[in-house]
Structure formats: structure tokens, C-alpha cells
């Protein structure tokens, strides 16, 4: 039976595309929209998660994650 896991997208604009991050994994991809960036985020963890081994998913998970608003710059 497959586990079932939640993890954060953290998506943000650059230049003309969308950047997508999963901070628990360390795990980056990008697109052309904000669906596309998710989309390709979803695939990459998927992707890690059939190859990764049991001590590689355990030295890159990270289990507390805290997301704030982006602090102004002085």
C-alpha cells in the first residue's frame, strides 16, 4: 500500500516563468504558467521519491517547515 504524503509548493515568479520549490525535499522544477510549475514539482518529487533511497529520503527530508511572508528589503 503507498503511503500517502502532503508537501509544500512554493511557487513564485522569475523573469517570464514560475519557479516551484518543495522545501521539505529540496526539490526545485519551473514552468511557463503557475499550473505548469506545479504540475513539473509534482512529477520531479514522484520521480525522487521511486528512485530515492530509504537513507537519502531521510537525510533530505525535512520535517518542519515554516513559510513567511517575503521580508522587505532595507
Known amino acids: 500500500m503507498k503511503q500517502l ?36 514539482l509534482t512529477e520531479a518529487i514522484e520521480l525522487f521519491l521511486e528512485v530515492a533511497s530509504a537513507a537519502e529520503l531521510e537525510t533530505r527530508l525535512h520535517s518542519e517547515i515554516f513559510v513567511t511572508p517575503r521580508l522587505p528589503r532595507p
Open 5 to 40: 504524503r502532503q508537501f509544500t509548493a512554493i511557487i513564485e515568479r522569475e523573469d517570464d516563468g514560475f519557479v516551484a520549490l518543495c522545501p521539505e525535499l529540496d526539490i526545485a522544477s519551473q514552468g511557463d504558467t503557475v499550473e505548469e510549475a506545479r504540475h513539473n
